[in-house]
T-cell receptor, first 113, second 115 residues
Framework: DQQVKQNSPSLSVQEGRISILNCDYTNSMFDYFLWYKKYPAEGPTFLISISSIKDKNEDGRFTVFLNKSAKHLSLHIVPSQPGDSAVYFC????????????FGTGTRLQVTL | DVKVTQSSRYLVKRTGEKVFLECVQDMDHENMFWYRQDPGLGLRLIYFSYDVKMKEKGDIPEGYSVSREKKERFSLILESASTNQTSMYLCASLEGGRIGSYEQYFGPGTRLTVT
């Protein structure tokens, strides 16, 4: 049972344009969401997070939006750069579980010149 | 600076061998995790530990065991490796007790091939 879903396995965007990566979840007990970025042959690195009490969090070129009623979050990258080409995972934490995260299946973003 | 290291980047083992994957973190974190990453399946939690000698099963613990004798070191053990355990293995750590901060720090991963 995949509780965190990333329905787009891949996405191609031109340099300078906006990249929008989507994530859907089914468990209403998730209270904190994170995005990770992963290059080939490297471990994932933390990118940005959002608490369920907020609907938006921004950090430079990266913004995460949370729509609790739709159980949907999205990561916006503006403007997209070639170095953003990577696999992006969304992850979620269940209230009260302290430290355990549930990850999505990932979306491969390719930023073209 | 946060650092999680894994003993090998690439490993090739034969079916039936006992395999040890080592992970060390230098941040004095209480929590440590082992995941495997497979195409189309994302990261799946195998085991985690929230203190020395404490462990809990994750979502896919079958065929694996773990050991945490010291705070900084978390080992994943494949008792008898099988070809379906060919995967990328990722170790992560997390500081305990910080409300509102659940960011796990990952090591570079070990690409294990079982032939």
């Amino acid at each position: 049972d995949q509780q965190v879903k990333q329905n787009s396995p891949s996405l191609s965007v031109q340099e300078g344009r906006i990249s929008i990566l989507n994530c859907d979840y089914t468990n209403s007990m998730f209270d904190y969401f994170l995005w990770y970025k992963k290059y080939p042959a490297e471990g994932p690195t933390f990118l940005i997070s959002i608490s369920s009490i907020k609907d938006k969090n921004e950090d430079g070129r990266f913004t995460v939006f949370l729509n609790k009623s739709a159980k949907h979050l999205s990561l916006h990258i503006v403007p997209s750069q070639p170095g953003d080409s990577a696999v992006y995972f969304c992850a979620a934490r269940i209230t009260g579980t302290a430290s355990k995260l549930t990850f999505g299946t990932g979306t491969r973003l390719q930023v073209t010149l | 600076d946060v650092k999680v290291t894994q003993s090998s980047r690439y490993l090739v083992k034969r079916t039936g061998e006992k395999v040890f994957l080592e992970c060390v973190q230098d941040m004095d974190h209480e929590n440590m995790f082992w995941y495997r990453q497979d195409p189309g399946l994302g990261l799946r939690l195998i085991y985690f530990s929230y203190d020395v000698k404490m462990k809990e099963k994750g979502d896919i613990p079958e065929g694996y065991s773990v050991s945490r004798e010291k705070k900084e070191r978390f080992s994943l053990i494949l008792e008898s490796a099988s070809t379906n355990q060919t995967s990328m293995y990722l170790c992560a750590s997390l500081e305990g007790g910080r409300i509102g901060s659940y960011e796990q720090y990952f090591g570079p991963g070990t690409r294990l091939t079982v032939t």
